[in-house]
């Protein structure tokens, strides 16, 4: 399939430079970005509180930031699951900022559940407060050993209080999470003396937490470290592979090529204030994958006009190369590039950052194959190679 009927013959070697001066200027209000505020790291790289909850009510994103106000979560985020009542609350926050009293030295983890704790506080309402007050249990809200141990405290047997706990854990697995009311738990099979026992001293909490992720600093740290390594070796990967494919010129532009891509959707990532997160990564990861794809196209056809254009200056079979491939870089990337783009508008804010950095990517990648990958090659023809004949 093509897109011209005749082959075009536009001279785009000869405009390298405007395409390295474009690059240029993007990824240097790129680090001056960088320079001046930093990525907006995630708790996967920073450390922090990740938590999923579900709500009985439709609930919008402010309420619940208005919910949670009267405690310090600082910059927390707030992103609405799918429906209108699921929730991510993402938070950086620390016993410290939190006002508490860390009294005796713990672990990381320790002092994220304590975060966590002081949330689930904080979205109660005044109902559910006095009643945990008073020393009832949310059924909504206590593990499975916790609840069995409660029932087996007020005098039932060890089946009776284990066996209710694992009903109570089977019903907060429907999909909201939460269980509505105290007449569910008796058509799920609970004992009408177990019944007693939970009406009176317990409670069903009108929120649930689904997921608790607590990522420490030196976990962050760590990474942070990993995620630089996996961008590096996957350049130096790629480097040896089409150096051994090709030449080892055609090595270096296609690296080359792949650090102004990354690059570029680094600095892309700085302007918009894109989470940094796992997710980010994976998608420049995968930028350098695709990228490399229509790189390797253009270079196997130069290759073969090299061999038959042997007397022809290298910037004709330059452009003759990218001319030939144009119509599948097109294509490729048009294809990719819509696919992506649904994932952009109608993926919702879990998947926004991974298909802003890709949205980003496919362009750039494109960018890149047809003004950069080539240009390289016919730089260091003209400024190393025939200084080093002369």
Known sequence: MKIFKIEPKIKFINKRYYAFALSGLIILAGLVTFVSRGFNMGIDFSGGTLIEVSLQENTSVQQLRNTLAKI??????????????KFFIKTLASLKKLNLNNTEKMEDIEEYEIVAREIRSGIMD????????AGKIDLNNTAEGEIARFLRDKGLNDEDAQASAQIVISLRKSDTGIIGDFSALEKAGVKHR???????SAFLGKFTFLKVEFVGPQVGKELRRKAALACIWALIGMLIYIGFRFKFLYGISGVLTLAHDVLIALSFILFFNI???LQV???LLTIVGYSINDTIVLFDR???NVKIMRK???EIILDLSINQTLSRTIITSLTVFLTVLSLFFFG?????????????????????TIYQSCAWLKVWEQYFLKRKKS
């Open 72 to 85: 310090n979560l600082g910059d927390a985020q707030i992103t609405q699951i799918g429906s209108e009542n």
């Open 302 to 304: 130069l290759r073969d």
């Open 194 to 200: 177990v019944m007693d026992v939970l009406r009176s």
């Open 281 to 283: 990564i994976a998608a």
């Open 312 to 314: 022809d200056n290298l």
């Open 126 to 133: 005044a109902a559910e407060r006095t009643e945990a007050t």
């Open 275 to 277: 989470e940094m997160s």
């Open 348 to 368: 919702g804010e879990v998947i926004y950052p991974f298909a802003f950095t890709m949205l980003v990517g496919v362009v750039t990648g494109t960018y890149s």
